[in-house]
């Protein structure tokens, strides 16, 4: 009797289980991993993509760039999303595609009055060279220095860009753009660098080489601090996947891009 | 009809109790695969002794975060064992019991605030102050310490409550019989019987700030140096896991459980000195 019941309960199960992903697989299903800093776009683009055709469903996971390089590597992930100048060398025989770029912006308190700083004021900066703000023609006050950590994808392009930096062993390390704007925000004597996207007013964002991160100067090519937002994917994209980024390198999908606040890759 | 009888449900309950036994060697092993060749493969020395961490150059130093994990933890102790000891003495003590039934609940409330939300409040308002009126990034030891040692007051209240209650009523009587004024009664008679309950709140709060993670990211500053002072920023063992892990791949990955390797010894040797001295303790007395 009760073996009954415990083989009626299993073969139930065995049979949910079987419906339910026959289910799944009605739907043409994506899956895209990586930057923290593309994903909102990417959740954006597809919501629309979706909405368009019903019939695909895109899930959209964090993570960071390296585990976008990563799950596409091991197939966890149809697609990757990497934000770095260059792209380590376990990507190399990954197909990959800008679809958008982001500018990063050097930020400090609105209360401190420097306004401009050479790249090679920034190296000495983060290297630990200059110290304080008076020899950049501020105040007389210590400069606190606030970084990323290591494997950030922000951080890793901002050192390749400006290059020959080994971060001052000082500086404070916070885990996201986020919070480094709040850092930089609460401190008038720190200097920090944020994604372009997320710029306010709690914060002033300073020149570099006299040049200000707006959408035109990057599509000039003048101001320095660009980093490309790449999608990946492991060999040539096939039908659904090659749909999707098809989309997202549209007139459509760049727009949108756009109008939310990165720079169109075209 | 039976579906379950006496024996299956006691088998059950077997394996349930096991499974949990086998989650934690489960976690062992795997954090024992994955960090020790590492380790040995660098070399304990160029692992434990060095404070040199750029693991995008090779370098998986971190001497640095063993002293800032035991600072951290040290400062949190400072603040937080003074103020629970006396707290607990006051509210055990001197207090009247109705009021007791409302500070206790009120206490161990204290102790359900997410950490986040402690590291928050860190951020927006020690750190400025300390950087204000004292000095320095702000996002430091002292910060982190004043925040930790408040998170683990609940912990080192409420077990230390207990335990000053459960001395019996006798040994007060006794001591106010020879003539002990209130005072003398509760240092020389009630605090040496709750010894061994008071340490065992204090090595509980002990295991909850060196195992913090979250506050500490947020008010510590996560810088990699040998502090030199309360106001310099130190990374934890616990906050550099955490801070790296989403992106770390391969030899750095390696690294990261290797952190874990050193962590889990660190708290299990706490464990163990603090299960010895709670014997001892009991021999005594």
Redo the contacts between chains.
Sequence with gaps: MKLKIVIKVIIFAIIAGFSLQACGKNKLSITVAGSTAFQPFAEKLAGLYMAEKPNTHITIQGGGSAVGIQSVLSGAANIGMADLVQLPPEAKDLNSYIVARDGIVMIVNPKNSVKNLEVSQIRDIYNGKIKNWKELGGNDHKINVVSREAGSGTRSSYEAIIQNITLVKEAIIQDSNGTVRETVANDANAIGYISHGIINDKIKALTINGVSCTTEEIVNKKYMLVRPIFLLTKGAPQDRVKAFIDYVLSKNGQDIIKANGLIPAI | ?????ENSIKNLLIVIAFSALTALFLILAFILLEGLPFIFNIGIKNFLLSSD????AGKYGIFAMIVGSLWVTLGAIIVGVPLGLAGAIFLAEFLPRWMMRIIKPAIELLAGIPSVVYGFIG??VL??LI?DYIGG???SIMAASIILGIMILPTILSISIDSIKAVPQSYREGAFSLGATHWQTIHMATLPAAKSGIIAGIILGLGRAIGETMAV??VA?????LPGSPL??V?TLTANI???M????GM?RQALFATGVVLLLIIMVLNYAATISIRNMNRKV
């Design positions: 009809m039976k579906i379950f009888g961490w750029q693991p995008m951020v927006m750190a400025p950087r990034p702000g996002l990211i947020m500053g996560n810088a990699v140096i310099d920023s990374r955490a801070l790296e989403g992106y770390a791949t750095h």
